[in-house]
């Protein structure tokens, strides 16, 4: 059964650094999303891609995120500055019909 | 708005009991409503959902009900087994499209052996 897949499994960074956070959706799905949940909490909704644009992003998805397709494969979070809040496991979710959203096994992102 | 309020938070039943988790929504567009099932560490996992034109769906254990008038949906696990311990979460979305779902604050569920 395909999977989404998600690299690293693990990222520790230093505050203020750049991190790039990297998904290989489902092959013949079309929507893409970035989900993040701070340990402990829900799942946070960030941004959704369809069509090789932003559909909709929340309030988190701040000037400090960006996301990518920069192949017919690849679907990355950039994160350009990091803060010690960015601390979060972070899903990709990808999604073909009707409505399932199959997500990633996650990446834990740590901010020291 | 699109939030969802979700209890109780945690949930300690015996093997072989019933588990109830609830709830609630209030956004009208809401028509797609899943339950994920989320192990430590490990991904959300989708174990059922039901869209709004049914107001029961049934799969082995599993039940979801969804009351659109009242915007209630609650999850039904019978027969409880030590392996359905973890947490879960009830989401909301709109079918079709790119939407995202928004997920309710989950339900620690235990299950005593």
């Not at chain 1, 690299?7 to 799905?29: A, D, F, K, Y």
């Not at chain 1, 946070?44 to 192949?71: H, M, T």
């Not at chain 1, 979710?93 to 009707?98: D, I, K, Y």
């Not at chain 2, 028509?31 to 989708?46: A, C, D, S, T, V």
Request: some cysteine; proline content about 5%; aromatic content about 12%.
């Amino acid at each position: 059964e395909p999977e989404v897949t998600q690299t690293p499994s693990h990222q520790v960074t230093q505050m203020g650094q750049e991190v790039i956070l990297r998904c290989v959706p489902i092959s013949n799905h079309l929507y893409f999303y970035w989900y993040r949940q701070i340990l402990g909490q829900k799942v946070e909704f960030l941004v959704s891609f369809y069509n090789n644009e932003i559909s909709e992003k929340s309030e988190i998805f701040d000037d400090q995120f960006s996301v990518e397709r920069p192949d017919g494969s690849n679907f990355t979070l950039k994160i350009r500055s990091t803060k010690l809040e960015d601390s979060a496991m972070y899903f990709c979710a990808s999604r073909g019909q009707p409505d399932e959203q199959f997500f990633g096994p996650g990446t834990r992102l740590t901010v020291l | 708005g699109e939030n969802v309020e979700q209890h109780p938070s945690t949930l300690s039943v015996q093997e072989g009991d019933s588990a109830v988790i609830k709830c609630t929504y209030s956004d009208s567009a809401s028509n797609y409503f899943p339950w994920y099932k989320q192990e430590l560490g490990k991904r959300p996992q989708l174990i059922i959902d039901i869209r709004s034109n049914v107001g029961e769906k049934k799969d082995q254990r599993i039940a979801v009900t969804l009351n659109k008038t009242a915007k209630h949906f609650s999850l039904h696990i019978t027969e409880t087994q030590p392996e359905d311990s973890a947490v879960y979460f009830c989401a909301r979305g709109e079918s079709g499209g790119y939407q995202k779902v928004t997920f309710g604050t989950g339900t620690k569920l235990q299950v005593i052996p």
